[in-house]
């Protein structure tokens, strides 16, 4: 028993494991790694409480030249535009120096929103268990342990009722060309079954990162929806420009996700600027 639940990211008492190390990183994305390090302590300085990474480079799982690097600062204060605008000009920055990632983001917020009773079973948990700490004082000491419940599957990813208007005026406002639709399919796919896995992740009994593993977990509770959830998982590593995917996840995909969501575990708590 203990076994299965190491191998579903669990540790020994059930609690979600915290996914990712700074000794899982590769030697291909260490100089990436050390170079923003030093440029968040330059960019952010006093004011950044702490930072951390979080996807693919922290798990040891990055593939040189097609993984981005994502990090989150948690500033002592609200962020601002100019921080936004600082964030956006360091990954630019990281971005033409490396050519070893495609992309860099930075997630800001305020310690004071992820240490929140509202966010404690979304952007804690994702702090707590996705997040690996880089600098500063490591926030997952003032939060709970996790399990994959119900209501971590509600307040992760039960919004995507409110998020479909957004995607449908993204898609809308995109060029008409593969080249800048093929970001959104990426993303949307990525979301789309990130949601599906948390939808069934109860039953489960455990987490995953994996896309793909994912989509399988989906597919074992929704076989008539597996074939479109494998594929989604595929394009969340291999994205194309297909017009007609976009179509099929805002048209479909996604509504029903929303519907079935909402049903199995209610809707997630809304937050004071979508209220």
Known sequence: MAEIAVRRGLDAQGYIAREGSLARITHDFRPVVATARD????????????????????RGTARVGRSDLDLLVALSEEP??????????????????FA??????????????????LETYDLGWFVACLCTP?????LAAYLPRYRPDALLAR??????GLLLPRWRERIAGADDSEEARRPLVRFM?????????TLVMPRWGGWTS??????????????????QMGTAAGLGYEPTGDAGVLRSYVEDLAPWLVDEYARVHGVKAPRPQEA
Do not use: C, W
């Open 100 to 117: 070893q990632i495609d992309g860099a983001g930075t997630l800001l917020y305020s310690r004071g929103r992820l240490l929140s009773d």
């Open 39 to 58: 440029r968040l302590l330059d960019v952010f300085g006093a004011r950044m409480h702490s930072a951390y990474l979080y996807g693919s480079i922290p």
């Open 210 to 227: 994996d896309l793909r593993e994912m989509a399988e977990a989906f597919g074992s509770y929704y076989p008539a929806r597996a074939e």
């Open 189 to 197: 796919s990525r979301h789309l079954v990130r949601t599906g896995f």
């Open 80 to 97: 601002t535009e100019a921080d936004r605008a600082d964030a956006r000009v360091l990954g630019e920055g990281l971005d033409k120096e």
């Open 155 to 160: 307040e992760t990813n039960g919004d995507l």
């Open 134 to 138: 880089l600098l500063g004082d490591d």
